[in-house]
């Protein structure tokens, strides 16, 4: 049996009497690209939330890198990324020093982080702006930026909420080339996204509707299966069904 | 799906207007904590001030020095224990130990007895008290010492028995417009003027920042919508929330701190009025002028409203001024809006004793909505 | 604690970076310190005096210019009649009006007494009360005068006199910012500790970034304590140039030790800290926060005695006031600076504060965890 590295299992999370997750049950594999799709409303972010440890199920069970969403929360924190479109980076410090925080948060030594501020700076071409605010910085680099000090620490789950939004296609492509970079050594990223593009670059997508899993699968095996020609579609095809509607 | 602007149906100037103030209404009311406390402010003010705090110095915790108690010096010391002015609270042995119960905060008069002070009074017709005063605070320093030296007169007055001294000067007091000595009243002026420029600068200037920060000012200020209607919406809220806060002040002095009635209410509504407008213009030039909230919040609280309270004449006397600051209290609207209250509310004057503060409060208004405008040209361009 | 340093040393990156706290910091104590305690002169002076004299005699006359030579009075007017006397006061040009009848002399020297009328705007109540307290000493000053002049014409038993000698300890020259600066730094710190830490801890919240601190392996007291840290160090610099201009602008130095209001001001900081972080769990937006801030502020700072006298206050609101932690520190550095005071004399006072530190930062942190469940 392969190790899951995300694992759901009749995950329910109820607030009051809506429930906002169902009864999902989903696995991710190490070195998964598995893109997290729905419309708003439908539970995503709710169930995100669980998986990063954010929030506690209501019933049922869910595992991150091997350990309990429930009692667990803070280990998961450790062996975790996470980053969002907006929040990630303090805009009035300068790059190095956002790296130098986070690095020196998940826990690596003075000299590692060090040794990562200089190696990140390295490899996202920002000798430049490396001492600039982030604040003065184009959307497109504060992204790459997020990403990498969201996977400072090596983690074995990377979570990424829209983390491309507002950018042109040439940026957006430039960022996947890191998720694809990350994933070849082994590092599983989980991501949501509106651009249905995006999905087909994923190993494994699901697709959110009303709080259950309608979907879940390899982009072309599901579109198969409908008989859609792309995600896009198939997206349209599913979430036309819904009853709930995003906000 | 583009829209051919010119296809859109022509709304007119005062549609939009409705619809922003429904809309700018509606985020006002949603906001309950802040609601709760722009509201609530006013009532708890009101209720501090008429019922907790006053300048009257009562209860004033005293010490006795008295190295030789006889039925004179217990009897004095007595006689001032009795009066709601003093409580007494302990014996001392020495001037040091006064210093200490000063010290401490535990006292803040001593009455010293000499000793022979009954034999002094019978027999050589006079004697003496010292009495000593911390004077950290000398207002009630010299009012206690002040209360004391009469209670003590009372007594001498008492111990001549009938007779009635030759050269006696009696003295008929009558206090005016506050026969009580209630130093509360005005005070409601003074929370009314308070309340009218915290609601309408700080708020509104607040409420404007924020949208500037959102970045949504920008998307508003290129709609066909006229940014004068923009303006006006945001503030035509608080001007409500300021005239419900002084109907809530009016409510709370008559009904429940019996402020005597006789005063002119659709004068001095007109007057909070004309207030409002230039309080409201104050926030609108101040949103014009920073870029964050945290900021117009510090430059509303720091910058406008203290020194407003300050030279209001509300908190402190402005006739105790030094002079420089007296001159720079003629250009503060509270001076003459709180001057314009307390004659209407306390004083019950009618229009013609204001004549000469309204005129100078509406000269301000109407510079100040200039500056405002002024500045938002400026931005806009 | 590792990530505490990362922590604090992100947090005063921050803090330099934003010039608003800097401002704050700097700008707000030599504002409050300059204005206040030159505006605030209490003391009741120059009394606008109106005489109305009916009488028109040499007794009438004498009493009129010894109220000139006094210092406590200015004469403004001398009205022709009762109505116009009103009128004075109404216009508020007179304070007090005094009226000496027709026969007054005249009563004196026949029947031995005479009155007078004595109206005050007591729309001032304290100035209304000392202005004719004035009034009346100053009448019976007179009174002296006139009998040790002319012997009365009936002999009267010996009535005993009781001279009355005053002192005033501690500010004999009354200077009032004496008075009114020290209890201003206690303000300031409060502003600091209580005002500024809440609109930080909000501010984060409004912009999400707390979230992202969420999923970081920061637990929740090294956050707090993140956050808690920065604004103390803060708040001791604030009181600090405080005391500076204190020094430069009124020359008040302590009498006391610096010690005495160091210490106590680090400790009442921990407890003004423990309400700041508590209104920044009870609210969502930085406006919110500022105003429930500067509510919560306005109602210790009025029942704190800063403004009018605790003993003054009915039962019911001292007893509130007990529970007042920024009443307990004005009082405290006032009686440093003025008295001397040691920490010796204050010892219930600094045990009262830890008490207030430990319940509000309790408080803080029962309703911080509540809310981020």
């Not at chain 1, 708003?40 to 929030?55: E, H, P, Q, V, Y």
């Not at chain 2, 009101?46 to 030789?68: I, Y």
């Not at chain 2, 001024?321 to 001159?327: H, R």
């Amino acid at each position: 049996m392969t190790e899951w590295v995300i694992e759901a299992e009749n995950l329910t999370r109820r607030f009051g009497d809506f429930t906002a997750v169902n009864a999902i049950n989903l696995q991710v594999a190490a070195g998964e690209i598995f893109g997290f799709l729905g419309a708003n409303g439908a539970g995503k972010t709710t169930a995100m939330r669980i998986f990063c440890g954010l929030l506690e199920p209501t019933s049922g069970r869910a595992t991150v890198a091997g350990f309990d969403a429930m009692t667990q929360a803070e280990q998961i924190k450790r062996q975790i990324g996470y980053m969002s479109q907006k929040f990630s980076l303090y805009g009035k410090l300068t790059v190095k020093q956002n790296i130098r925080f986070f690095a020196g948060i998940y826990g690596l030594s003075g000299q590692q982080v060090k040794h990562k501020t200089t190696e990140i700076v390295e490899r996202l071409g920002l000798a430049t702006a490396a001492d600039k605010l982030v604040d003065d910085l184009p959307l497109g680099w504060k992204q790459r930026i997020s990403f990498a000090v969201a996977t400072v620490h090596q983690p074995k789950v990377v979570f990424l909420d829209e983390p491309t939004g507002g950018v042109d296609p040439i940026v957006r492509r430039q960022f996947w080339d890191m998720i694809f970079e990350a994933a070849s050594r082994g590092m599983t990223v989980f991501v949501t996204t509106h651009y249905m593009d995006e999905a087909e670059y994923c190993d494994r997508v699901s697709i959110m509707v009303d709080g259950s899993v309608a979907a879940i699968g390899k982009p072309a095996d599901l579109c198969a299966e409908h008989g859609v020609a792309n995600v896009d579609e198939l997206f349209v095809a599913l979430a036309r069904k819904a009853t709930r509607h995003g906000d | 799906m583009a829209t051919d602007r010119r296809a859109l149906p022509h709304v007119s100037g005062v549609k939009m207007f409705r619809a922003f103030v429904l809309k700018e209404a509606k985020h006002v009311l949603r906001d309950r904590r802040s609601l709760f406390i722009l509201l609530g402010l006013p009532v708890v003010m009101m209720l501090l001030f008429g019922f907790a705090l006053s300048n009257e110095v009562k209860n004033s915790n005293f010490v006795v020095l008295d190295r030789a108690p006889d039925a004179s010096t217990v009897g004095l010391a007595d006689r001032i224990a009795e009066s709601s002015y003093f409580t007494y609270s302990g014996r001392v042995d020495s001037e040091a130990e006064i210093a200490s119960w000063f010290r401490r905060g535990d006292a803040r008069l001593a009455v010293m007895f000499p000793p022979n002070f009954d034999h002094d009074l019978r027999h050589l017709g006079h004697a003496q008290i010292r009495l000593i005063a911390d004077a950290s605070d000398p207002n009630t320093a010299s009012t206690v010492t002040n209360y004391a030296t009469a209670i003590v007169a009372q007594y001498q007055t008492e111990l001549g028995g009938s007779h009635v001294r030759p050269g006696a000067i009696a003295v008929e007091t009558r206090m005016l417009y506050n026969p009580q000595l209630k130093s509360s009243y005005m005070f409601v002026p003074g929370v009314m003027t308070l309340i009218l420029m915290l609601l309408g600068a700080m708020m509104t200037s607040v409420s404007i920042v924020r949208e500037k920060e959102r970045g949504t000012m920008e998307v508003l200020l290129v709609s066909p919508m006229n940014p004068l209607i923009l303006i006006l919406g945001k503030a035509v809220p608080y001007l409500v929330l300021c005239l419900i806060d002084v109907l809530i002040i009016l409510a709370l002095s008559y009904g429940l701190l019996d402020l005597p009635t006789g005063a002119n209410l659709p004068l001095l509504l007109a007057e909070s009025l004309l207030f409002i407008v230039a309080t409201l213009s104050l926030g609108l030039v101040i949103s014009n002028v920073v870029q964050q909230q945290q900021t117009a919040m510090f430059v509303s609280l720091v910058g406008l409203l203290m020194p407003s309270l300050v030279f209001s004449g509300f908190m402190f006397p402005i006739e105790n001024m030094p002079l420089p600051l007296q001159v720079i209290s003629h250009v503060v609207p509270t001076r003459w809006f709180y001057q314009i209250a307390s004659n209407i509310m306390i004083k019950h004057l009618g229009f013609a004793a204001i004549v000469k503060p309204t005129l100078i409060l509406a000269g301000m208004t109407l510079g100040l909505i200039a500056i405002a405008w002024r500045t938002f040209k400026q931005r806009l361009s | 604690m590792r990530n505490l340093f990362y922590i604090l040393q992100k947090e005063f990156l921050l803090i330099f970076r934003d010039k608003t706290i800097l401002r704050m910091i700097f700008i707000m104590p030599v504002m409050q310190l300059l204005l206040i305690p030159l505006a605030a002169d209490y003391e009741v002076k120059h009394i606008a005096i109106a005489i109305l004299d009916q009488d028109h005699t040499s007794d009438s006359q004498r009493l009129i210019q010894k109220v000139a030579a006094s210092n406590y009075f200015r004469i403004v007017a001398t009205p022709v009649d009762y109505q116009a006397g009103t009128e004075l006061m109404e216009q508020g040009r007179a304070d007090v009006v005094l009226t000496i009848p027709p026969g007054f002399q005249r009563d004196l020297a026949k029947t031995g007494h005479s009155s007078l009328q004595l109206g005050a705007d007591a729309v001032n109540g304290v100035r209304a009360g000392l202005g004719t307290a004035y009034a009346l000493a100053m009448v019976r000053q007179f009174q002296t005068e006139l009998r040790t002049q002319s012997p009365p014409a009936l002999p009267s038993p010996l009535s005993p006199v009781i001279e009355v000698t005053t002192a005033s300890w501690y500010n004999p020259h009354v200077y009032y910012p004496a008075f009114m600066v020290p209890g201003l730094l206690p303000i300031l710190v409060t502003m600091v500790g209580a005002f500024l830490s809440s609109l930080n801890i909000v501010q984060e919240k409004e912009a999400g970034t707390i979230e992202q601190i969420n999923v970081t392996p920061i637990r929740k007291h090294e956050f707090i304590l993140g956050k808690l840290i920065p604004f103390w160090v803060l708040g001791m610099v604030s009181i600090t140039i405080g005391m500076l201009v204190a020094r430069v602008a009124f020359q008040l130095w302590p009498a006391g030790s610096f010690l005495t209001i160091y210490g106590f001001a680090a400790l009442y900081l921990v407890g003004v800290l423990g309400i700041g972080l508590f209104v920044s769990t009870i609210t969502e937006s930085q406006q919110q926060a500022t105003l429930i801030s500067f509510f919560i502020m306005m109602v210790f700072i009025l029942l704190g005695g800063l403004y009018t006298p605790i003993e003054s206050m009915p039962r019911w609101a001292q007893q509130i006031a007990a529970f007042n932690p920024p009443a307990y520190f004005i009082s405290v550095v006032r009686a440093v600076y003025i008295k001397g005071s040691s920490a010796a004399d204050l010892l219930p006072t600094l045990a009262r504060l830890a008490g207030f530190a430990l319940f509000f930062n309790a408080l803080a942190i029962w309703s911080y965890k509540k809310r981020s469940a």
